[in-house]
Nanobody, 122 residues
Framework: QVQLVESGGGSVQAGGSLRLSCAAS????????MAWFRQAPGKEREGVAS???????NYADPVKGRFTISQDNAENTLYLQMNSLKPEDTAMYYC????????????????WGQGTQVTVSS
């Protein structure tokens, strides 16, 4: 049973930084595709960034140049470094994982964490 546990959320002022972590356990996959999503109140969930087993990354346009996704395979941990935060970045942030490239390409992951709240004040 794959488990994903996010941490690192909090409240910051605009222009500040946060680093989210996602600890993964229980996986026996040969290849892992992972991503960060977010959902603001009243809005649909949206993809923020993704990374594959070769550390190839993709970013949503609103966060390009400000957020960095990375992974520590030895520690089975996914990270999201968020700099220059804006009030519109306020959302619940979720970690997602899947062994399928299809999931990575389509943003359709089967394994999710419980989320960590990020609040950015102006």
């Amino acid at each position: 049973q794959v488990q994903l546990v996010e941490s690192g959320g909090g409240s910051v002022q605009a222009g500040g930084s946060l680093r989210l972590s996602c600890a993964a356990s229980g996986s026996t996959w040969r290849r892992t595709y992972m991503a960060w999503f977010r959902q603001a109140p009243g809005k649909e969930r949206e993809g923020v960034a993704s990374i594959d087993y070769r550390s190839i990354t993709n970013y949503a346009d609103p966060v390009k140049g400000r957020f960095t996704i990375s992974q520590d395979n030895a520690e089975n941990t996914l990270y999201l470094q968020m700099n220059s935060l804006k009030p519109e970045d306020t959302a619940m942030y979720y970690c997602a994982a899947d062994p399928s490239r299809y999931a990575w390409e389509r943003g359709d992951y089967n394994y999710w964490g419980q989320g960590t709240q990020v609040t950015v004040s102006s």
